[in-house]
Every structure is written in structure tokens, then in C-alpha cells.
């Protein structure tokens, strides 16, 4: 049973959808009404660091943090993920302690490991749809929707996640859990 389309979901793309945006992608969804649908893809981890985006934040030496390809839209912008009890100001929350934008000073207290238990990813454009796509693209079958888990999110091995899900949904979709990105190479 797919779960309504609202913010705080995943879009888990189906192993049908060939839209290389999108091929084996889940998507957050951040943002989802009449005006249309925003939301990052969490599993797609680029080659950059953060400190090559955001060069005016210190960084802690060896912290691992990488810039993540949130989707196809404004890929010059950068679009920041948080998690925190205390959700920072300026920021749109998504689900369970989870938002979207907030300070910078947030960004600056993790990177450099200030002691909080705060964490965020960032994201190199996002992922959108204007009115009624996203609704077109679920009647097709190009998404599997489910509730968000931020443990997905943030703590999980991204390129990791689209199989794992999978593995959750049951006999029809265990065998392309660990499908190749290009099925030729199959």
C-alpha cells in the first residue's frame, strides 16, 4: 500500500523508471501541494566536499562531509538538510525533528564538532515538480512511497539505501535490490 503523497515521505523510485534524474534515487519530500512538490534525493553522494561549496566554514579536519546531488533543479544552490532537537530559525520543518534550511551557525557548530548531537547533510540543487506532475508520475508507477525514516537519512550508507528499502518492501521487489545502476551491466 503506497503512502499518500505529503511532505516528510520518501519518493522510493520503482526499478521500471529508466529518468537517469532519477534511476534508483529516494527522494525526500520536503514540500508537496497545489503549487507542486520539492524534495532532495538522499542517496546520490558527489565527489565534492563541503568545503568546496561552502568555503566560509571551518571545517574539522578529516569530518568526511560531502555535498550530496539533491536533483535537477538550480544544481548551482546549495540546500541544507538538518536534524536536531531543536530545530535552528529560518528553517521548514519536514518530519520527526528533521527541516529544511536554517543558520549557518548550525552548520558551523557540526562541521566543527562542538559537542552537539545536531547533524545535517547538504544538497547541490533539489528535486521538483509542478502542479499535478509528481501525481502523473504515481499513476505511471515511477514511485514507491513510504514514510520517511531519518536514520535513512543520516545515518545509513547512502549509496546503500535504495537496495535497502527495496529489501523492506517484500518478495515482488527483493531480486532488484541489488540491481546494477545500468542493467546492461547485468
Not at 102 to 129: C, H, P, Q
Not at 138 to 151: E, N, V, Y
Request: net charge negative.
Amino acid at each position: 500500500m503506497q503512502t499518500p503523497l505529503r511532505k516528510g515521505i520518501f519518493l522510493v523510485a520503482a526499478p521500471s523508471l529508466r529518468d537517469p534524474n532519477f534511476r534508483q534515487s529516494v527522494v525526500l519530500l520536503c514540500e508537496h501541494g497545489p503549487e507542486g512538490a520539492l524534495g532532495v534525493v538522499v542517496n546520490r553522494p558527489t565527489a565534492m566536499s563541503i568545503s568546496e561549496a561552502l568555503p566560509q566554514v571551518p571545517i574539522l579536519e578529516g569530518s568526511g562531509h560531502v555535498l550530496y546531488a539533491g536533483g535537477p533543479v538550480q544544481t548551482n544552490q546549495v540546500m541544507l538538510l538538518f536534524r536536531a532537537e531543536q530545530l535552528p530559525e529560518n528553517s521548514h520543518h519536514v518530519f520527526d525533528g528533521v527541516c529544511l534550511g536554517g543558520d549557518m551557525n548550525m552548520v558551523e557548530r557540526i562541521l566543527t564538532g562542538a559537542g552537539t548531537k545536531e547533524s545535517f547533510r547538504a544538497y547541490l540543487g533539489y528535486s521538483g515538480w509542478g502542479p499535478g506532475q509528481l501525481e502523473s508520475e504515481m499513476k505511471t508507477g515511477s514511485w514507491i512511497t513510504l514514510p520517511a525514516d531519518p536514520a535513512m537519512v543520516f545515518e545509513k550508507d547512502p549509496t546503500c539505501v535504495w537496495g535497502e528499502i527495496l529489501l523492506t518492501l517484500g518478495d515482488e521487489y527483493r531480486h532488484y535490490a541489488d540491481m546494477p545502476f545500468d542493467p546492461s551491466y547485468n
